[in-house]
């Protein structure tokens, strides 16, 4: 039986049923740029509220805006990349990035060393998004805790926060976080602000806005739409959302920061990468190779299939020959992760390279701001 929470992700995933449970839609008829995109080509994501919106304004050429958060709680990994990857699409579509640093949520409910909250947010994520191809000349990156020198921004962020807690229930928060802490209602107040605030007219004014996520973090979308409904002091328009499949960890299961096995990091070596792939990485191979040739594999559940399908092997053709050849026995376990670790290799070589050219980027756009 699988569980889909803000919190926990286990079990074998019923997209379909996850479509009817949240009373999300199917992704709409998109338009040919979307298709360059290897997720969205290969229906890794899936569902999303009205981002009918969000087409129009591409189609019509007209501003909106992209907002994502970060919980800098730890390494940034491959299930990360695939948010920094529609970050860097959406941007090239004409949309401005918002990118929230949740620093007063993760002090609130996971670490209170403030100054290790900032590296990891800029070591560990700005960095990497300026590799993987962000231009932070459209981009707002801000950390929850200073959200702005400018003091009109900042004043109508933290307002907005505290504006927005009369238009929530007790017994919302309580559906969607459980137990309720002091803390837990500070932090959701306050990345509900994150959701909504670009629209205030101290940032850019109403407009389309769309948020990515997994389908575990829908709950937090619905009470700051909720919230967006019920609130008329200032003229918003309803936040879009979309929501990608779970990209497995290592072992099966979801990815976690916290937990190194069952992830690769970004920044960790080729060398380094290719012993956990052949440690940890979940096969669906046959227990012998003769079991293996007469019965073949099973490359939905085989985890080094599932990073070649999530972006590793770009080329659609030569996927569909992987997924045959291991599907009828004529490729093996250990040669599809050969293959596999020689991709993660190539890339991780490449990207520590661009991580380095990054430095001299993030450090001038640190000074710049402020932040």
């Known amino acids: 039986m699988a569980t889909v929470t803000p919190w926990e992700v286990k079990g074998n995933i019923d997209y379909d049923k996850l479509i009817r449970e949240f009373g999300v839609k199917p992704m709409p008829k998109l338009p040919p740029a979307f298709m360059e995109n290897v ?162 007219p101290e940032f850019e004014g109403p407009m389309p806005v769309v948020i990515p996520v997994g389908i575990d973090q829908d709950p937090h979308v619905r009470l700051a739409r909720d919230m967006i409904q019920r609130f008329k002091a200032v003229p918003m328009e309803q936040i879009s959302s979309t929501y990608n499949k779970f990209c497995p960890g290592l072992g099966g299961g979801k990815m976690s920061s916290s937990d190194p096995t069952t992830h690769i990091a970004l920044t960790e070596t080729p060398q380094e990468a290719a012993k956990k792939i052949n440690k940890y990485a979940f096969s669906g191979g046959q227990a012998t190779v003769e079991e293996h040739r007469r019965l073949g594999g099973n490359p939905e559940v085989d985890v080094a299939f599932q990073m070649l399908l999530y972006g590793l092997e770009p080329d659609d053709d030569k996927l569909a020959q992987i997924y045959q050849d291991y599907k009828s026995g004529k490729m093996l376990s250990g040669e599809l992760k050969k293959y596999c670790i020689d991709k993660v290799s190539t890339f991780l070589e490449k990207h520590h390279k661009k991580r380095s050219q990054a430095q001299k980027i993030v450090t001038k756009f640190l000074k710049e701001t402020g932040n």
Do not use: W
């Open 39 to 200: 997720l969205f080509r290969r229906n890794l994501i899936y569902a999303q509220r009205d981002f009918e919106k969000i087409l129009e304004a591409i189609k019509k050429k007209k501003p909106f805006v992209m907002i994502t958060g970060l919980m800098p709680s730890g390494k940034f990994h491959f299930g990360h990349k695939m948010i920094a990857e529609q970050m860097i699409f959406y941007q090239k579509l004409g949309a401005k990035v918002y990118i929230c640093v949740a620093d007063v949520e993760a002090y609130n409910t996971r670490n209170t060393d403030t100054a290790q909250l900032r590296d990891t947010a800029i070591n560990e994520y700005l960095l990497n998004y300026v590799a993987l191809g962000l231009d932070l000349s459209q981009c707002d990156f801000y950390f929850q805790s200073n959200r702005s020198l400018d003091g009109r921004k900042a004043s109508a962020y933290y307002r907005l926060a505290s504006m927005l807690s009369r238009h929530a229930t007790f017994n919302e928060f309580q559906a969607v976080y459980g137990e309720i802490t002091p803390a837990k209602m500070s932090s959701s107040l306050l990345q509900a602000s994150d959701m909504c605030h670009a629209q205030m």
